[in-house]
């Protein structure tokens, strides 16, 4: 397998020689074309030049016709560079040439059937000895009734050598070339990928737990762009591996709570079993145990189904329904008024008009579970709970308000916490788990709400819930 860099030298080498290779090759044959166009038209001024310098010689000579047009061809071809051949032909057969040592084989007879008449020019290419290249052109004339054609052969090996040379030029350079791309390509991919390998780093090190590294990039390119990403998608990927620690660490101390509070009742509960089973008791304690122990059942049972509701809780989808808010506060404190003023706590509402879209069971589970909460927090003679409801822009307002003890500041963070007191003696003796909080967290949870808590001890606390949904109508205010 090759690497990236490897693979973009390669193919930037590749292109680099293909596109030389096509362009020199293009030029290398334009100039070869040129050249030979070139000397295509000078072959035919040539031989335009030559018949009609015979046709002036013969019109104004002293001899007879064909003996001056053989002076003639011989004073050209005294006159012409060696190169040069001249050839003459009478009914085809050769009558003169100044071949010397060369051999140059004409066909006269194509010359002859591409010329239909006197005046006619034909330009054709043969090899002569030693590879030499000739361009001849021809001419048909008649003198005293005689048809004569004229050839002139000129040696363009020249040509032919250039354009070898030229091409060994090509092979040299493309060669020269190939190496300087692939160094060139080399380093480019180099220099390319060079922040490749502060990402790869990177994944490593988070492969390997460091959650917490970087890969650091910002350029202004891709790669930088992949950088970001990446750094942004490891920032969230530590985020979300912290919650996951964290919620395993509250899932420890939860199950660690739970353990703590099934033992004692279980413990008190097997005990008075034990005592009932195996002594004889007077009625009176035997009363005593039968009601501890149906008293640790309960709280055991009450415990069971708070959990029960908590976990079901966690499930996204529940099914609302449109309520009114007012009409479920006014149910639920009428129902718990009596149970309050026996133990001298004094229980107000104040509400409004409207309705929402709320889950109706758990609501009134959070509003019981708070009137409950503050009704465990008052230890005065005279104790004061105040729940008022109000109709939001996009919700509905639960306000709970009571004259307990009181919470310090450092224990509002926590009182959501599953098994979590404020005073546990206080709350065991009521019959407390902490869960009941909790419950209440997990219910605004599910209704996209926000609770917060506002406590002073020896004062009071007061706890305010906004719970989110479709809103039906609004109404008046009522107070009691």
């Known amino acids: 397998m090759f ?15 293909l596109l030389f290779s096509i362009g020199s090759t293009l030029l290398i044959h334009r100039s070869y074309m040129d050249s030979l166009t070139r000397e295509e038209q000078e072959a035919v001024d040539n031989i335009q030049m030559v018949t009609s310098v015979i046709q002036l010689s013969c019109e104004g000579g002293s001899v007879a016709g064909e003996e001056q047009l053989l002076k003639t061809l011989r004073k050209l071809g005294t006159y012409q560079t060696s190169s040069d051949v001249f050839l003459l032909y009478k009914e085809k057969k050769l009558i003169y040439g100044n071949i010397q040592s060369k051999q140059v084989n004409i066909s006269i007879d194509d010359i002859s059937q591409n010329m239909s008449g006197e005046g006619d020019i034909y330009v054709t290419y043969i090899n002569g000895d030693e590879g030499m290249k000739y361009i001849v052109s021809s001419s048909q004339i008649s003198i005293d009734n005689n048809n004569y054609i004229i050839s002139v052969c000129r040696d363009i090996s020249y040509v032919t050598n250039t354009r070898k040379r030229l091409h060994n030029m090509f092979i040299n350079s493309f060669l020269i070339l190939l190496a300087a791309a692939a160094v060139l390509s080399w380093l480019m991919a180099k220099f390319l990928v060079r922040h490749l390998a502060r990402l790869t780093k990177a994944t490593r090190e988070i492969a ?19 950088a970001r990403d990446f750094d942004k998608m490891a920032e969230e990927l530590e985020e979300n591996v912290t919650l996951l620690e964290a919620a395993a660490e509250e899932k420890d101390r939860f199950m660690g709570a739970f353990t703590h509070e099934l033992k004692t009742p279980m413990t008190s509960i097997i005990g008075y079993a034990e005592l009932l089973r195996t002594q ?6 035997k009363e005593d145990a039968l009601q501890y122990i149906y008293s640790e059942a309960k709280r055991l049972e009450n415990m069971s189904l708070k959990l029960l509701q908590i976990f079901v809780s966690d499930k996204d989808k529940i099914e609302r329904k449109m309520v009114s808010p007012k009409e479920m506060v006014e149910d639920i404190v009428t129902h718990l008024k009596p149970t309050l003023e026996e133990q001298n706590i004094k229980i107000i509402y104040r509400t409004e008009e409207g309705t929402i879209m709320l889950e109706p069971d758990l609501v009134r589970t959070l509003i019981i579970n708070l009137i409950d909460n503050a009704r465990k927090a008052i230890e005065a003679e005279k104790g004061r709970i105040r729940v008022d409801q109000k109709m939001t822009d996009d919700g509905v307002t639960f306000i709970i308000t009571d004259n307990g003890k009181g919470m310090p500041k450092e224990a509002i963070d926590h009182v959501t916490e599953a098994f979590y007191r404020v005073d546990k003696a206080r709350s065991r003796a009521q019959g407390g788990a902490g869960l009941g909080l909790s419950l209440v967290s997990k219910i605004v949870e599910l209704h ?22 479709d809103l039906g109508e609004g109404g008046d205010e009522d107070a009691r």
Do not use: C, H, M, Q
């Open 3 to 17: 690497s990236f860099r490897v693979k973009i030298s390669i193919i930037t080498t590749v292109l680099v020689a």
């Open 208 to 226: 390997d737990g460091n959650l917490s590294y970087r890969s650091g990039l910002n350029t202004n390119d891709e790669i930088g762009e992949l």
């Open 280 to 285: 004889e008791l007077d009625e009176e304690d």
């Open 448 to 469: 996209n709400g926000d609770i917060n808590f506002s406590s002073e001890p020896g004062i009071g606390t007061v706890v305010t819930v906004t719970l989110r949904g």
